[in-house]
């Protein structure tokens, strides 16, 4: 709907526009730029399938690499400014880059088949050094929010902290993000701290926590799907959200 008209035509205000390479949208949804990586790794997938990831000719390890490429550089591009994904598009997110792995390590859905030879997805990422979609995603996102910190960028870091209260959009993110990585000995500690206690943390030893945090969530314990995590996990260990 146009917002006024003062003789110059009709102004509208655009609910999203392509930026850098990625789309933004306004609200607290990445659902539009996720779909749309979903779809450039399923396009990716068929242009690559008969001649790369089919082919006998090449080692299993040459097609992982040729994988990780394409997803890193096409799927999870700009991905760390995600807030949480709605199911729907984590699911698509999902298949799409599983389906690329599959067709690799040549575990895939074959039509008219009983198809009783398919392992689950978190035995095609184990089995094969893949990281999980949403552990790239959550990878990515802590590396930005990190390296605001390393940075010293006082005026980002001071709008997260200001927003630390808000429990929707990016900073809601890694909160999550966070919650989760306070499940590992290392930083359990972190469970009981506020966001802007997480900040001063980091800061002392910016450099230390980049590196250990991002080694940390590359683990394949962090790829593990989320309800089967919960199962895994020491019971004593406290998993409440980091307020």
């Not at 080692?59 to 760390?80: E, F, P």
Request: glycine share 4%.
């Amino acid at each position: 709907d146009p917002l006024w008209s003062r003789g110059l035509g009709d102004v509208y205000k655009r609910q999203s526009y392509k930026h850098l390479g990625s789309m933004s949208t306004i609200g607290k949804s990445a659902a539009e730029e996720a779909s749309i990586r979903s779809a450039i790794i399923a396009s990716e997938t068929r242009k690559l399938r008969h001649k790369i990831l089919l082919s006998p000719l090449l080692s299993l390890k040459t097609k992982t690499n040729i994988c990780n490429a394409y997803v890193l550089s096409k799927g999870t591009y700009n991905c760390s400014t995600w807030p949480p994904l709605l199911k729907s598009s984590s699911n698509k997110f999902h298949s799409a880059i599983l389906n690329m792995y599959r067709a690799a390590v040549g575990n895939y859905y074959t039509k008219g088949s009983d198809n009783t030879h398919l392992v689950s997805d978190d035995e095609i990422i184990f089995s094969n050094g893949f990281i999980s979609p949403q552990a790239l995603i959550r990878l990515s996102r802590v590396s930005l929010f990190l390296s605001v910190i390393k940075k010293q960028s006082k005026y980002v870091a001071a709008l997260i902290q200001a927003m630390s209260h808000v429990d929707r959009g990016w900073v809601s993110a890694i909160k999550e993000d966070l919650s989760l990585l306070a499940t590992h000995e290392e930083y359990s500690d972190i469970a009981h701290l506020s966001l802007p206690q997480v900040v001063d943390l980091v800061a002392q030893d910016p450099k230390y926590h980049y590196r250990n945090i991002r080694k940390i969530f590359r683990l394949p314990y962090f790829s593990i799907d989320s309800s089967d995590r919960v199962d895994r996990a020491d019971k004593d260990l406290d998993l409440s959200l980091i307020h």
